[in-house]
Nanobody, 125 residues
Framework: QVQLVESGGGLVQPGGSLRLSCAAS????????IGWFRQAPGKEREGVSC????????WYADSVKGRFTISRDNAGDTVFLQMVNLKPEDTAVYYC??????????????????WGQGTQVTVSS
């Protein structure tokens, strides 16, 4: 019965911005480790960002450092991915997922168990 739902994707010009949302149904995301992933057609899925808890430092892929920011809302039922200065290379379906195995030595969960359906981000002029 628990679900994750991504939203906020769309078509944007290079240099534009979008904020993606990952909303939980049936449970709370507060204190839950979350990862953001993306997959472009013909490409492997890649990790974009993750956070293990509200107090933990976030991790970002080199390709998005300085442009993407992961955060939680105060109620703990939504995780966001703020994306600025978008580039055509950012075009992909973006997914969020909950981490199922977390260790102190890794900035991101080692495994994920619950995934959303994805939201399309297209950056084109």
């Amino acid at each position: 019965q628990v679900q994750l739902v991504e939203s906020g994707g769309g078509l944007v010009q290079p240099g534009g911005s979008l904020r993606l949302s990952c909303a939980a149904s049936g449970f709370t995301l507060d204190r839950t480790a979350i990862g953001w992933f993306r997959q472009a057609p013909g490409k492997e899925r890649e990790g974009v960002s993750c956070i293990k808890s509200t107090s933990d430092s976030a991790w970002y892929a080199d390709s998005v450092k300085g442009r993407f920011t992961i955060s939680r809302d105060n109620a703990g039922d939504t995780v966001f991915l703020q994306m600025v200065n978008l580039k055509p290379e950012d075009t992909a379906v973006y997914y969020c997922a909950t981490g199922s195995i977390v260790v102190a030595s890794s900035p991101c969960p080692l495994e994920y168990d619950l995934w959303g359906q994805g939201t399309q981000v297209t950056v084109s002029s």
